[in-house]
Nanobody, 125 residues
């Protein structure tokens, strides 16, 4: 599975942005599609995840109520709608796909087998 993320950019605090991630091949309905983010010198931070069929979504507390993960199974795509962006949301955002993950492991980046190249989101104050 190859993943391609896009949609990052420079926005101001309070603005919205939508990221998209497309998988190159068909994914199993049990696959978990997730977004993580990373800032320099820090570990991957879980943002949101959903299962293609029958589970989710799950959000980190830092984005809950502001971000929405949207799946489009027909297009093998997952979107991240980000509203009310804050400067602390600045990061490189990555999409990932994990197979046969249980809910309790969705936030663990080491459980995901496939990763896309990141897309940079910069939120100015």
């Amino acid at each position: 599975v190859q993943l391609q993320a896009s949609g990052g950019g420079l926005v101001q605090a309070g603005d919205s942005l939508r990221l998209s991630c497309t998988a190159s091949v068909y994914s199993s309905n049990s696959d978990v599609m997730a977004w993580f983010r990373q800032t320099p010198g820090k570990e991957y931070e879980f943002v949101a995840a959903t299962r293609r069929s029958g589970g989710g979504p799950s959000y980190s507390d830092s984005v809950k109520g502001r971000f929405t993960i949207i799946k489009d199974n027909a297009k093998n795509m997952v979107l991240l709608q980000m509203n009310t962006l804050r400067p602390e949301d600045t990061a490189v955002y990555y999409c990932a796909v994990g197979r046969r993950l249980i809910l309790s492991s969705w936030a663990s980046p080491d459980k995901y087998q496939y990763w896309g190249r990141g897309t940079l989101v910069t939120v100015s104050s």
